[in-house]
């Protein structure tokens, strides 16, 4: 079945450090890949999305390659700040099936 | 641009009374789930709907029942409420897409339950 691993939490970093969040999936066919991104109590809501090998998600500075031949998606920012600190989740979605989502990464950066 | 509404945002509830959570969207999506969150961990998938009058059940059912007589409402029924249930129930809905296209879930802001 489909399913996504993404690196355990918590991730605590400087202000103005660089942030890579490691995520990858298993699914059969070509899945559709997200980020969500959950506010201390909020919902979720979509950082970004890619819907083939080889597209690029971007939003608010955050970037995601979906890699199919290393069947990634792992989630960089340049520069973080502290209003990102957050809990990202990836998650993908495969035609005719739910959408899967990882655990969550949760992070914190300090100013 | 309302999304995905849920109601209420807090409740406290005794053990073995009932409640209902209310769901509403108006994205005119076909598909609606409602999840639950338990402290520090991730989703997990209680029930969907993939358009009204059918709905199905998801990985942890037991102890809940959904309706869905309208495109618009989800409402997610508690019955006999237990500890166990308390978390943070999140509604949300997606479009049915075709093959080739993308889709994307929208999330309420969730409603954050205890039972004591």
């Known amino acids: 079945g489909n399913s996504v691993t993404q690196m355990e939490g918590p991730v605590t970093l400087s202000e103005e450090a660089f942030l890579t969040i490691n995520c990858t999936y298993t699914?059969?066919?070509?899945?559709?890949l997200f980020w969500y991104v959950q506010y201390p109590g909020e919902g979720l809501q979509l950082l970004l999305k890619?819907?083939?090998?080889?597209d690029k998600g971007s939003n608010k500075g955050f970037e995601a390659t979906y890699r199919k031949e290393t069947t990634s998606f792992h989630l960089e920012k340049g520069s973080v700040q502290v209003s990102d600190s957050a809990v990202y989740f990836c998650?993908?979605?495969?035609?005719?099936?739910?959408?899967?989502f990882g655990p969550g990464t949760r992070l914190s950066v300090l100013p | 641009n309302a999304g995905v509404t849920q109601t209420p945002k807090f409740r406290i509830l005794k053990i073995g009374q009932s409640m209902t959570l209310q769901c509403t969207q108006d994205?005119?999506?076909?598909?609606m789930y409602w999840y639950r969150q338990d402290p520090g961990m991730g989703l997990k998938l209680i029930y969907y709907?993939?358009?009204?009058?059918?709905?199905d059940k998801g990985e942890v059912p037991n102890g809940y029942n959904v309706s869905r007589s309208t495109t618009e409402d989800f409402p997610l029924r508690l019955e006999l409420a237990a500890p166990s249930q308390t978390s943070v129930y999140f509604c949300?809905?997606?479009?049915?897409?075709?093959?080739?296209?993308?889709?994307?879930?929208?999330f309420g802001e969730g409603s954050w339950l205890t039972v004591v």
């Open positions: 949300a809905s997606s479009y049915s897409p075709g093959r080739d296209s993308g889709n994307t879930i929208y």
């Open positions: 994205m005119n999506h076909n598909y």
């Open positions: 699914a059969t066919g070509y899945p559709s």
């Open positions: 709907s993939v358009g009204a009058g059918i709905t």
């Open positions: 890619a819907t083939k090998a080889d």
């Open positions: 998650a993908l979605y495969n035609y005719g099936q739910n959408f899967v």
